[in-house]
């Protein structure tokens, strides 16, 4: 007991402790980061770790979505279509999975899933950050109530809940980005809103449907509670004073690394350690190419919205849409502070 406690005890809730801290802070989804974060601590298996990890979700997402009703910044409509969606492929999903999986192969399946969802969380992620950037430019009018399209609404939900009932991945990356697809004009706090309260029905539906094929590791889902829900409520208050840029850009990072790693430890043929081994090296070049291609890139996407590729730019210039770089407007000729990244209060830690 003792050994449980001094180990993987504490490390389970320090790991929960640092994701919630992440997710208070950006808002994203604690599974994209979490699963993966527990499956390399080697705390348990695939199912065991997703089981635990959507359990936990339940629990500290409750809390984020009860403030938001009560400031009454969800769109329940828009919620209501999604959660008709998501459940029941949510509850369908994990039996799925274990139907299609070959017979005692389904933590191998299960790890290639999440890594295949965490490159697609990265990518989704990244997208919401470009599309913030091009509603502001554009200067999308804002609205309360927009009109709901019931059946691609149907639809996100469905992938939604089938990609967080076999992962726990997608929640709060691949919905928020399809929401902000569909509703350009949903207003940050309400679009934020919506995805949480949308999101408690859709990971206890998966949480239960795991638990009921796989069971549930309490001295995994204890700790990961104990840790994760003071982090979330830290992240949360701290997210005003802290410069976001280097965490949006850290994310899109580390899922990428914790997705080819995890392919790599399942063997998925083009990578292919398997036998729950990962070639270090291949990680870490991954993530030294990301570390310089992601601003890079972000740049030239900052280039094509009118704006200077570096520099810290102000809420104005890029709520501005005649602003252009080089310190001018059109028709007319203002100073400009110089620029690097969207400020940091950007809808959704855009």
Known sequence: MGDVVTTTFLSVVAAGFVVGIVVGLTGMGGGALMTPALIFLGVGDAPTVVTADLTAAAIYKSGGAIVHKR????????????????????????HLISWLSPPGDLDRVLKLCIGFALLFAALTYALRLWVNLVRMRRGVATEEHPAVRPVPTLLVGALGGLLVGVTSVGSGSVIMIALLMLYPGLSAVRLVGTDLVQAVPLVLAAAISNIALHGLDLTVTVPLVLGSVP????????????????VRRGIVVVLTMSGVALLDKAGWA???AGDDDVHPLLVALVGLVMVAAVPLVWG????AAGLPVFGALSTEQVEDPAYRPGGWRVGASVAAPAPDELPDRLPNGG
């Open 300 to 303: 030239l996407l900052r280039h």
């Open 71 to 94: 400031e009454g910044s969800p769109d329940l409509r828009l919620a209501g279509w999604l959660v008709l969606g998501s459940v029941p492929t949510a509850l369908l999903g994990p």
């Open 231 to 246: 982090g979330t409520v830290l992240g949360s208050l701290a997210a005003p004073r802290v410069p976001q840029s280097v």
């Open 270 to 272: 083009p990578l292919g």
